[in-house]
C-alpha cells in the first residue's frame, strides 16, 4: 500500500544575503516520482538552513528505500549550495477546520494552497524511550485542538520520520501548522496551549524539540 508523505528539501546558499536562488536549483522539478504538489518556504527566524521546499509525494517508500534520488540532486546542485538535506516524513493525519473534532488520516494534500506570505511553524519531537505513545496522545488530544483556536490557524499536519539524508537534521514526530501572515502566534490563545501535559511531554524529550517558522514563497 502506498505511503503518502513529504519530501523536506533543506538547502543553504553560499551567500546568505544573495537574491533568491534559480528556480532550478530551489525546487528542482521531478526529483523524485509521484509528486502531486509542492511548496517553498524562506526561514522566519533567522535560523538555517534557510530555504525549505516540501514535495508532497503520493508513495515515499522509493525514496526512503534507495538514496540515489538525493544523490542525483546533490550531484547536480550542491556544488552552488553551502548545504543540500532531505529529510522523509510520511503523513499521519490532519485538522483543516476548528469544527473537526479529530485528525483524520485523509487528505494529505492542504484543500488549498497556503498564500503567499503565510506562516508555517513546523515543532518536531523526539520523545525519550517509552514516552512516545504520550507524546501522541497529547498532541491528539489537546494540543491540535487548542492551536486551531489561535487567530489566523489555517491547517495542522502531522508526520512521521521516515528517513534522512545529507545531514538533516531531524526529529521523531512532527506537527505542521500553518497560519495567516497576520496571526495570533504568542497571544493569549497560543499562550493558552501551554499546558501542564506539554510540560511533561517537553520534559521526557531525547533532545530538544525542533522548531522552525517559514514564510511561503512559493505556492
Keep these: 500500500m502506498a505511503v503518502p508523505g513529504i519530501v523536506h528539501r533543506l538547502v543553504q546558499p553560499k ?21 502531486e504538489g ?32 538525493f544523490k542525483e540532486d546533490a550531484n547536480k546542485n550542491g556544488d552552488q549550495l553551502a548545504s543540500l538535506a532531505w529529510e522523509v516524513a510520511s503523513f499521519i493525519h490532519g485538522r483543516d477546520t476548528v469544527q473537526q473534532k479529530e485528525l483524520t488520516p485523509e487528505p494529505h494534500l492542504l484543500p488549498s494552497p497556503p498564500a503567499i506570505g503565510s ?4 515543532n518536531g519531537n ?13 498532541y ?8 486551531s483556536l489561535v487567530p489566523g490557524w489555517n491547517n495542522c ?12 537534521d531531524y526529529a521523531s514526530w512532527y506537527g505542521w501548522n500553518y497560519y495567516d501572515a497576520k496571526n495570533g502566534l ?12 506539554r510540560e511533561k511531554v517537553r520534559g521526557h524529550g ?14
Excluded at 538555517?48 to 528505500?65: G, H, L
Excluded at 523526539?126 to 497529547?138: E, H, I, R
Excluded at 499536519?157 to 538533516?168: D, I, L, N
Design 157 to 168: 499536519r502531522r508526520y512521521k520520520h521516515e528517513k534522512a539524508y545529507g545531514g538533516a
Design 15 to 35: 551567500d546568505n544575503s544573495a537574491p533568491l536562488l534559480p528556480d532550478a536549483v530551489l525546487a528542482p522539478p521531478g526529483i523524485v516520482p509521484g509528486i
Design 126 to 138: 523526539t520523545p525519550a524511550d517509552g514516552w512516545d505513545q504520550d507524546y501522541n496522545d497529547w
Design 140 to 147: 491528539n488530544k489537546e494540543h491540535s485542538a487548542a492551536l
Design 38 to 69: 509542492f511548496l517553498v518556504f524562506e526561514s522566519q527566524d533567522d535560523l538555517t538552513p534557510k530555504y525549505n521546499t516540501t514535495y508532497f509525494i503520493s508513495d515515499i517508500r522509493p525514496v526512503v528505500e534507495s538514496s540515489s534520488y
Design 186 to 197: 504568542y497571544g493569549p490563545e497560543w499562550q493558552a496551549s501551554m499546558t501542564p501535559w
Design 206 to 219: 531525547r533532545k530538544p524539540n525542533l522548531r522552525r517558522v517559514w514564510k511561503v514563497i512559493r505556492n
Design 119 to 122: 506562516t508555517l511553524v513546523s
